[in-house]
Nanobody, 126 residues
């Protein structure tokens, strides 16, 4: 199983970026894909998730209304559209897969994910 995250970079506050995560080596039906982020000196934080079979979506409180998660089922891709970026959004962003089918609350915990990508750095300047 491989997860390849891309799309990070440097952006000014108020700007936008779109991250992508390509999954290979597994079929995502009945699985869940999530985005987490980790800023320097901080714990990894839940950002968003999408349950593959029904498209249910969840967001962390700090990104609600600004970030949008979506997927391309045919290509095994998940996207994270990030708008109205703030300096506090600066972090390494990771995509991950959970093989379990559960309620949406379940996927906010990083320990419930089985596979992780390598991360992509997002830097938001003020």
């Amino acid at each position: 199983v491989q997860l390849q995250a891309s799309g990070g970079g440097l952006v000014q506050a108020g700007g936008s970026l779109r991250l992508s995560c390509a999954a290979s080596g597994l079929t995502l039906n009945n699985y869940n894909m999530g985005w987490f982020r980790q800023a320097p000196g901080k714990e990894r934080e839940f950002v968003a998730n999408i349950r593959w079979n029904d498209g249910s979506i969840g967001y962390g409180d700090s990104v609600k209304g600004r970030f949008t998660i979506s997927n391309d089922r045919a290509k095994n891709l998940v996207y994270l559209q990030m708008d109205s970026l703030r300096p506090e959004d600066t972090a390494v962003y990771y995509c991950a897969v959970s093989r379990r089918y559960a309620g949406m609350w379940y996927y906010t915990d990083q320990s419930r994910y089985d596979h992780w990508g390598q991360g992509t750095l997002v830097t938001v300047s003020s």
